[in-house]
């Protein structure tokens, strides 16, 4: 049975890794775009000489990422010790 619960966990884990890359990627495509079609700054719209990826929007949403889930923790109200009860 444990082996099922591991295999379970690592299971979501490699799910949840795979979304969060797939979300960051195709936010990261979008600003490019943005950028390319002059909706934000053009240093967003930059891709990389050998590759032609968009780095430059690959690393801001990613650093925006970051920022987000690290501020969670200090969101007041959010210390996940208790949950409320909600009556019907």
């Known amino acids: 049975m444990r082996f099922l619960i591991v295999t379970l966990f690592l299971g979501m884990m490699v ?3 795979g979304a969060v ?3 960051v990627n195709s936010s990261a495509r979008v600003l490019y ?3 390319r ?3 934000v700054h053009s240093m ?3 891709a990389h000489r050998a590759f032609g990826t968009p780095y430059v929007a690959v690393t801001v949403v990613g650093v925006v990422c970051f920022i987000i889930a690290a501020a969670v923790p200090f969101v007041p109200g959010n210390d ?3 949950q409320e009860e ?3």
């Open 15 to 17: 799910g949840s890794f």
């Open 21 to 23: 890359s797939a979300c």
């Open 33 to 35: 775009s943005m950028s």
């Open 37 to 39: 079609g002059g909706i």
């Open 44 to 46: 967003a719209g930059s």
């Open 80 to 82: 996940g010790s208790k």
């Open 86 to 88: 909600h009556s019907a």
